[in-house]
């Protein structure tokens, strides 16, 4: 394991350690930020609440479970849950996932047709941030998270020259498009793989 992943993992754990002397767990922070990215942004009404199914509106389009959208915030929450309120943490995911829809417009004008709002995507492009908000405190300045502008200069790579090793032909936004080699990449491993094609992206620190 890499030094940095070695200190990335030592101060997670000491994170969610003072998290639960705070008496908040993960989820709930997670439950929280999902619940705010149901009411704006670029996941407003795509979220699939318990009770409610695909199709119970003419035209309507669900991409993910409120379940597995508090699921993947985990890492980000253990990792980061103790270092702002609770509602800011609203407003820095809102505004990663609004930079990213700045990036790769496209799939985000058609989420139906793409993968980049379902499992898929979210899972490892949430696994991510936890790592870019890392970049951002230490070698980047300090950017507010709270400002999608910050996020640009430190994503826009990992998004734009993104290639699975399964289909290294397609990169960038092909690689969300429904139907693609991508669907093969559905399971947890998979996910894995997205997270780490990703992370190679990033920009190096240290």
């Not at 379940?67 to 929450?77: N, P």
């Not at 951002?136 to 300045?141: L, P, T, V, W």
């Not at 994503?155 to 693609?180: C, E």
């Amino acid at each position: 394991m890499q030094t940095q992943d070695v200190e990335i993992a030592r101060h997670s754990s000491s994170a969610a350690i003072r998290m639960e002397a705070q008496g908040k767990k993960w989820q709930d922070i997670a439950e929280l930020i999902a619940t705010g990215l149901q009411s704006e942004g670029v996941f407003k009404g795509l979220i699939e609440q318990p009770g409610i199914t695909n199709g119970n509106k003419k035209g309507q389009v669900l991409t993910i479970k409120k379940k597995t959208l508090v699921d993947s915030l985990q890492r980000y929450v253990e990792e980061w849950g103790h270092a702002y309120k609770p509602e800011t943490h609203i407003d820095i995911v809102q505004s990663y996932w609004a930079a990213i829809a700045q990036v790769l417009p496209d799939p985000f004008c058609e989420p139906k047709d793409h993968n980049i709002q379902r499992t898929l995507g979210v899972v490892p492009i949430n696994w991510l941030l936890k790592d870019v908000l890392w970049i951002m405190a230490h070698y980047k300045g300090n950017g507010d998270p709270t400002n999608s502008e910050n996020f640009i200069p430190v994503i826009q790579q990992a998004f734009t020259d993104l290639r699975l090793p399964n289909d290294t032909a397609v990169q960038g936004v092909g690689v969300w498009v429904r139907g693609g080699k991508a669907q093969g990449l559905s399971n947890f491993s998979g996910r894995k793989v997205i997270y780490e094609a990703l992370k190679t992206n990033l920009p190096k620190i240290g």
